[in-house]
């Protein structure tokens, strides 16, 4: 999508939703531009700074991918609020764009004209989606296909809005032979893709995300706002520090509001998923939103982990190896973890135990007892 395109949709994303603060108290307002003396023209309508909170950020969230994204950003003695607003509202305009090619439930998305193409010839790619599942492929032969962007196939035939039912034995049988990652191929020279057999279907609910909250951090940290925070749905990357000090994360309290704990991170991704944030109930059984590949069937959920958090250097990264996880279950998933040098993570069990990797015991904090 091109700058042109998005430009109308930038104050629904952005700078409408830059007030969203927890603390309205401004350190600086934008000093009124003098009167012009004359003004023939039209002038172009005044850039909006948003409020800078007493901390010296800059918070903002919109409405993005389905879920609630956000931005808190410190900002540098060098920058002005506004250069800081605009670069937020690009920010939002990336994951907006960063949806419309890798949402497989928009029939006109790039994604969805590649599975539409399935068991046809090499198709040319975008750098975005080519990208996407190249590391896709990655970390599905790194889990073993735990992850596995091809489970669409048979995802498609599951809804998880409240009040759905399964679908039937027969109908996943039929489709699960169209789910293997090795299906995918890439060609570099000339950014080529296909799926290698008909009927294959692609979806990236686990990994797109994470790769729009790396797309928008990058964005913010090449306009020069290096220290800040970029969370969508349970998707976290932290760069830098808060004017110095380092950000904390928490850590969502699976069963009711507030933390387990948090971290401190820096230039870190920190991204968590679990059952209890999608899922339907039919006939006494609960069925969440992550799909085991290798039965085309939901979790077990008394096999399963009540949340799985992942650390990896980028949110990409960090979304695929979390559901990953997820669908190894809490031994196996933590032995992967303490596998992976570049990974930690923090499991609960469905008896609340917390199980933290040992990169990260000592830094893990509690929160204090009641
Ligand atoms: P997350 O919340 O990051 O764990 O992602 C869950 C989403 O990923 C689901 O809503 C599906 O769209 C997709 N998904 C479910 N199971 C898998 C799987 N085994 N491999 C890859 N993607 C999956
Ligand atoms: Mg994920």
Same mark, same amino acid.
């Given at each position: 999508?091109?700058?042109?395109?998005?430009?109308?949709?930038?104050?629904?994303?952005?700078?409408?939703?830059?007030?969203?603060?927890?603390?309205?108290?401004?350190?600086?307002?934008?000093?009124?531009?003098? $009167?012009?003396?004359? @003004?023939?023209? #039209?002038?172009?309508?005044? %850039?909006?700074?948003?409020?800078?909170? !007493?901390? &010296?950020? +800059?918070?903002?969230?919109?409405?993005?991918?389905?879920?609630?994204?956000?931005?808190?950003?410190?900002?540098?003695?060098?920058?002005?609020?506004?250069?800081?607003?605009?670069?937020?509202?690009?920010?939002?305009?990336?994951?907006?764009?960063?949806?419309?090619?890798?949402?497989?439930?928009?029939?006109?998305?790039?994604?969805?004209?590649?599975?539409?193409?399935?068991?046809?010839?090499?198709?040319?790619?975008?750098?975005?989606?080519?990208?996407?599942?190249?590391?896709?492929?990655?970390?599905?032969? $790194?889990?073993?296909? @735990?992850?596995? #962007?091809?489970?669409?196939? %048979?995802?498609?035939?599951?809804?998880? !809005?409240? &009040?759905? +039912?399964?679908?039937?034995?027969?109908?996943?049988?039929?489709?699960?032979?169209?789910?293997?990652?090795?299906?995918?191929?890439?060609?570099?020279?000339?950014?080529?893709?296909?799926?290698?057999?008909?009927?294959?279907?692609?979806?990236?609910?686990?990994?797109?995300?994470?790769?729009?909250?790396?797309?928008?951090?990058?964005?913010?940290?090449?306009?020069?706002?290096?220290?800040?925070?970029?969370?969508?749905?349970?998707?976290?990357?932290?760069?830098?520090?808060?004017?110095?000090?380092?950000?904390?994360?928490?850590?969502?309290?699976?069963?009711?509001?507030?933390?387990?704990?948090?971290?401190?991170?820096?230039? !870190?991704?920190?991204?968590?998923?679990?059952?209890?944030?999608?899922?339907?109930?039919?006939?006494?059984?609960?069925?969440?939103?992550?799909?085991?590949?290798?039965?085309?069937?939901?979790?077990?959920?008394?096999?399963?982990?009540?949340?799985?958090?992942?650390?990896?250097?980028?949110?990409?990264?960090?979304?695929?190896?979390?559901?990953?996880?997820?669908?190894?279950?809490?031994?196996?998933?933590?032995?992967?973890?303490?596998?992976?040098?570049?990974?930690?993570?923090?499991?609960?069990?469905?008896?609340?135990?917390?199980?933290?990797?040992?990169?990260?015991?000592?830094?893990?904090?509690?929160?204090?007892?009641?």
């Amino acid at each position: 999508m091109s700058a042109r395109v998005i430009a109308p949709r930038l104050s629904a994303l952005g700078l409408a939703l830059l007030c969203g603060c927890s603390d309205p108290s401004p350190r600086s307002l934008p000093a009124p531009s003098p $009167a012009p003396l004359a @003004a023939p023209l #039209p002038a172009a309508p005044p %850039v909006q700074a948003p409020p800078v909170r !007493r901390d &010296g950020t +800059i918070y903002a969230e919109s409405e993005l991918m389905g879920t609630r994204f956000s931005i808190n950003l410190w900002l540098p003695p060098s920058q002005t609020a506004e250069a800081a607003g605009a670069a937020i509202e690009l920010a939002f305009a990336e994951i907006d764009r960063i949806e419309g090619l890798a949402s497989e439930w928009r029939p006109d998305s790039e994604i969805s004209q590649l599975s539409a193409a399935a068991g046809g010839e090499p198709r040319p790619l975008s750098p975005d989606l080519y990208t996407l599942l190249q590391r896709s492929k990655v970390v599905a032969e $790194a889990t073993d296909g @735990a992850f596995d #962007p091809t489970f669409h196939a %048979v995802g498609q035939l599951w809804s998880f !809005r409240p &009040g759905a +039912i399964p679908p039937s034995a027969e109908a996943i049988a039929d489709k699960l032979p169209l789910v293997d990652w090795r299906g995918i191929e890439l060609t570099a020279e000339g950014r080529r893709g296909r799926l290698r057999r008909a009927g294959m279907k692609l979806g990236l609910g686990a990994i797109a995300k994470g790769y729009a909250v790396d797309r928008a951090a990058q964005l913010l940290s090449d306009r020069g706002f290096t220290d800040h925070i970029v969370e969508g749905g349970g998707d976290t990357f932290v760069s830098g520090t808060k004017g110095g000090a380092a950000w904390m994360v928490g850590i969502q309290r699976p069963d009711g509001p507030g933390s387990v704990g948090a971290l401190p991170l820096r230039d !870190r991704a920190l991204v968590t998923s679990g059952g209890y944030q999608r899922y339907f109930e039919h006939a006494g059984r609960r069925y969440s939103h992550i799909i085991d590949p290798r039965s085309g069937w939901p979790l077990d959920e008394a096999a399963s982990a009540l949340s799985v958090s992942v650390l990896a250097p980028d949110a990409t990264d960090a979304d695929a190896y979390c559901t990953a996880v997820a669908v190894m279950g809490p031994a196996r998933g933590m032995e992967f973890i303490e596998s992976r040098p570049e990974l930690e993570a923090v499991i609960i069990t469905q008896d609340r135990q917390l199980l933290i990797s040992s990169g990260l015991t000592e830094r893990f904090i509690r929160p204090p007892a009641p």
